[in-house]
Each structure stands twice: as C-alpha cells, then as structure tokens.
DNA sequence: TGCCAGGCCCTCTTTAGGGCCTT
C-alpha cells in the first residue's frame, strides 16, 4: 500500500521476551498519507500471571488478562492488520523483538520495515528536555488525555507526534520539495534516524 | 534461590563505561 505506516505499541509482562517475557496487549493505528484510517486494540492472556509492578504500569490487571483472548489468537489477527505495511514504534527495537518472538510463535512473519520515532526525534529535537513519548508529546504541545502506558493511546500518541516530525521535518527541507512531492519519504526517515546526530542538519540541507 | 535485556549513543572512546529508552 502506497504511503501506509501501522505505528504499534506492546504492553509485556517485562523487558525481554529472551528472558520469557510475553506481550499482553497490543495497539495500533494505520496511517495512510498521514491521516489515521483504522486502529487495532487487544489484550492477550500470555498464560501467567504478570507481576504488580506491570499491573501498576500499565494498569492492566490479571483479572482483566483472565478473560481476554490467547496471545496466538491476537496476534494472527494482529498479523494481518500490519501484512503490507512498513512499521513505527517508540524505541522500536523493543517492540520489533516482541512482534518477531510473538509471531514465531505462531509460524508467522511480516515483510514491512520497522522506523523509530525515538531515534528520529533524538536527532530533530535535539533540544528536548528528554526523549521519553510522553516529555515528546508534551514538547510539542500535543493534546491528549495522559493515559500512557496503554498500548493503543501510545501508539495514538506515537501517532499524532510522527504527523508533527513529518511537518517539521518538510518545513526544515523547505524548498527542495517539488510540486509533486507527497510526503517525507520513509526511505528520508530511515535515514535521518540512521544519521549521527550532529550530521542531521547537513543532511537536511543536502537533501 | 537469585538473578534477570539490549540497542543506541556519547565521551574523559575504540583494549570501555555508562546513560537513555522501552515494559
């Protein structure tokens, strides 16, 4: 699909599917040409119980993973919402590590490349106090309701601050967008966030 | 029982260490 990105975020049991650690939600919205055109919310039972420190950070309790849906379930689902699209997530080698050992698990794959709005963000706003979603999201001056850490506000919030790096963005390229230009390229991303930082601004200006 | 990640990035770096991010 031309110009579509699912920004996804996972809610996990811990750090470290390497260490045992399980998704036990999932959110996700699709953008296509920049505006939100679907969305994907589930919890997943992992088949334990998830300690009180996450039920604390994420507010999802075992109570409420007891009645949800098992985790290969979800994400077979989840698989086909993602299939033909690239991928964003905040600190998005966290999340591609759950989505790959989740969709091993069930025998599936997905052909899309992950971006990450973190790594971009540390190289367009340099001067951010931090670059935690939720200091980013207020930096920007982005409304939401603060309910971080549920999977699919922060993908909505992770959402909502890539359409505000894309337009900041566009405006530091300035004139070297042609009349026929149709948004930041995903390639152009993909290497500002592979850029060091202090060759940003060159590249940019190059471009 | 006790312990527990890993990639990125900076710097007092590269024969390394430590902070930042994600749950």
Same mark, same amino acid.
């Given at each position: 699909m031309a110009n579509s990105l699912v920004v996804l975020d996972f809610e996990t049991t811990g750090l470290s599917p390497q260490q045992g650690d399980r998704a036990i939600e999932i959110g996700a919205v699709k953008l296509v040409n920049g505006e939100v055109v679907d969305s994907f919310q589930a919890l997943m039972n992992p088949g334990r119980k998830v300690s009180g420190f996450i039920e604390d950070y994420t507010g999802i309790s075992n109570e409420m993973l007891a009645s949800a849906k098992p985790n290969a379930e979800v994400m077979e689902e989840f698989c086909d919402f993602i299939s033909g699209n690239n991928l964003l997530a905040h600190n998005a080698s966290f999340d591609q590590k759950f989505l790959d050992a989740e969709l091993a698990k069930i025998g599936r794959s997905y052909q899309g490349q992950f971006v990450c709005s973190l790594l971009t963000s540390r190289r367009i706003y340099q001067?951010?106090?931090?670059?935690?979603l939720g200091t980013l999201i207020r930096y920007k001056g982005i409304i939401g309701?603060?309910?971080?850490?549920?999977a699919l506000y922060d993908a909505q919030m992770t959402a909502k601050l890539w359409q505000v790096m894309l337009l900041d963005i566009e405006a530091q390229l300035g004139e070297a967008l @042609? @009349?026929?230009?149709?948004?930041?390229?995903f390639s152009l991303i993909q290497k500002i966030a592979n850029t060091p930082k202090a060759k940003v601004a060159k590249l940019l200006a190059s471009y």
């Open positions: 001067d951010a106090p931090n670059h935690k309701d603060g309910s971080f850490h549920r @042609s @009349s026929s230009y149709q948004g930041v390229p």
